[in-house]
């Protein structure tokens, strides 16, 4: 490991297909480089200067890691956040969380995280945050390598998504060499590699370096990082206990979620001192959209699962997030998962 140095109702299929170009493909725009138009109203000796903040000052308590996977043949950012009380007992080890799609999420959560710690209303068990993502030269394509990296293998894609990264390129939204890297992932997903990943090379890593309950490991994804973590929890595996399932981006019937769900129920394996917290947006669920036929449909099937057909012991829950969308309820979602997973008292 590296440290550097530093919604009206859609009407029609092209509406719904133009939605989810804009909203899940178009990667944002960088505004680096750009001259500050202060229209000639700043007067007087003062100007504006523009330069690149201190990570350290937006960030202070954050640890920033780059690490290359053998498994996965990719590099990847870690930015590792300890709970407030870290340095006060050093024999003291805590439960650590892994958050993925870094590169949106770190900004976002990050500044609760210490303190919600505190939070007298939602207090929460003190953890290390850790999310993973992609450092400076690849942040740019974090769009569709996640879809690599969080697609199990196998996993059915409609056909409305492959037609929206076309949408998306033509609109000029994305550079046709891009949406061609985008369709490659598409049919390329390594979910498989990048849990080995997180569970071989990554979390061996940060055991060593930080006091970790090795008995208390979390994960948390959303939208097709839902879908990860869903993988994860119906894989069983041996590291990650606390899991959490943003709206995950099961595409209905066809996805591999419920083939391997069938699996491991028919191998009665004990699922017990594990927990699956699955949330969904209101609109998500209530609103005419992409996101209501495709990926409520699935998720709501995949709870459907898991209450009809159980996996033995494993402890299942469930939030409506009310008023968000696909693209709004990412963060209330997270602060849903911790309520569930790691509330203190």
Partial sequence: MATPKDRQPVSSLSDMIND?????LAPPKSAAGRALDTGGSVAGPFELTETTPSFAALFPATRYFEIDSKIAGARFSAWVTPPAQYDADPTQAYPIVYQVDGNLFFPATTPFHQPGQGDSMSPQLPFILVSIGYNIAESHAWAWLRVRDLLPPGEE???IMRQAVDMTVQAGLMPREDGDRYLEMFDNPA???FLAF???ELHPQLAKAY???ADNVGLWGMSYGGLFAAYVAIKRSDLFKRIGAASPG???EGSRIFELYREALATQRDYSERH???TISARELAQPSIYQWLLARGTTQLLAETSQHPLPGLQVSTEIIPLESHLSGGVPAWFSFLRACYTRG
């Fill in 191 to 193: 979910a498989d590699k």
């Fill in 198 to 200: 997180l569970e071989q």
């Fill in 211 to 213: 006091r970790i309950d």
């Fill in 20 to 24: 989810a170009a804009l909203a899940a």
């Fill in 250 to 252: 099961i595409a209905g």
């Fill in 157 to 159: 894609v409609p056909e």
């Fill in 276 to 278: 699956l917290h699955v």
